[in-house]
């Protein structure tokens, strides 16, 4: 969690944040700095960021489900 003293207030301190972060994380997001230096919503950007999250939860839950019943992927 980012403490509230260091959350950025413009796309510029985002993307620092961002090239801040372990390069795996980096990696993952690989599309987020294009996504906010284009000349489009911001929306579009916090889009594809919850759809990486959620892409990874739904991974996480089948490797347990398949790690816990044993069943074969």
Do not use: W
């Amino acid at each position: 969690m980012i403490p509230p003293a260091t959350i950025p207030a413009s796309y510029k301190g985002l993307l620092k944040l961002y090239q801040d972060q372990p390069k795996e994380l980096r990696d993952y997001f690989e599309h987020f700095p294009k996504l906010m230096t284009a000349s489009l919503p911001y929306e579009i950007a916090i889009a594809y960021l919850f759809s990486r999250v959620e892409r990874a939860h739904r991974r996480a839950l089948y490797c347990g489900i398949t790690k816990k019943y044993s069943a074969n992927s």
